[in-house]
T-cell receptor, first 115, second 112 residues
Framework: NAGVIQTPRHKVTGKGQEATLWCEPISGHSAVFWYRQTIVQGLEFLTYFRNQAPIDDSGMPKERFSAQMPNQSHSTLKIQSTQPQDSAVYLC?????????????FGSGTRLTVL | GDSVTQTEGQVALSEEDFLTIHCNYSASGYPALFWYVQYPGEGPQFLFRASRDKEKGSSRGFEATYDKGTTSFHLRKASVQESDSAVYYCALGENSGTYQRFGTGTKLQVVP
């Protein structure tokens, strides 16, 4: 079991450019979560999916952030017109099911730097 | 809303010292409580969890007891090692099946 895989590990973009982050959850896990981690805010929830369906995106900045899960093997987080304040580590996690408070298994994250 | 509070931002100890990291929670229901550990360059890793009052979770010498009366889940270890240096997160998960809420994290530094 390779664990949750996130690519790329590092991404540098210029202000105003688009960034797409990828996540491959653990096979068989039905829930996928995205969190953002910064020194100031800590771990902030962004959005999650259950069986590929979006369930809650209450943590997403609405205008420029979007997330999709086109199939059970990957999810993407897209940030349009990136801004310096978007610089953070973006973490993807999966869990076996949603319905109980399940253990989260995190990837190593994508460090996004917006210049 | 539900939340988790970790009062210590950083803790510095010597090897073999006793560790306590405080975690208090606020929730309307009866949540599950978790501890995660994060090493540099990695995502948080599950340490252990507890789901009911007075239940003790433990792993790798760390332990915490779910206390509904004081709404706490404090992390303790009797004798820390340099390899325990990391950031520790307390988290809360509602059994209704929503996302986990994390505390602000406590950076533990253990010097030999």
């Amino acid at each position: 079991n390779a664990g949750v895989i996130q690519t790329p590990r590092h991404k540098v973009t210029g202000k105003g450019q688009e960034a797409t982050l990828w996540c491959e959850p653990i096979s068989g896990h039905s829930a996928v979560f995205w969190y953002r981690q910064t020194i100031v805010q800590g771990l902030e929830f962004l959005t999650y999916f259950r069986n590929q369906a979006p369930i809650d995106d209450s943590g997403m900045p609405k205008e420029r952030f979007s997330a999709q899960m086109p199939n059970q093997s990957h999810s993407t987080l897209k940030i349009q017109s990136t801004q310096p304040q978007d610089s953070a580590v973006y973490l993807c996690a999966s869990s076996l099911r949603l319905g109980d408070a399940e253990t989260l298994y995190f990837g190593s994250g994508t460090r996004l730097t917006v210049l | 809303g539900d939340s988790v509070t970790q009062t210590e931002g950083q803790v510095a100890l010597s090897e073999e010292d006793f560790l306590t990291i405080h975690c208090n929670y606020s929730a309307s229901g009866y949540p599950a409580l978790f501890w995660y550990v994060q090493y540099p360059g990695e995502g948080p890793q599950f340490l252990f969890r507890a789901s009911r009052d007075k239940e003790k979770g433990s792993s790798r010498g760390f332990e915490a007891t779910y206390d509904k009366g004081t709404t706490s889940f404090h992390l303790r270890k009797a004798s820390v090692q340099e390899s325990d240096s990391a950031v520790y997160y307390c988290a809360l998960g509602e059994n209704s099946g929503t996302y986990q809420r994390f505390g602000t994290g406590t950076k533990l530094q253990v010097v030999p």
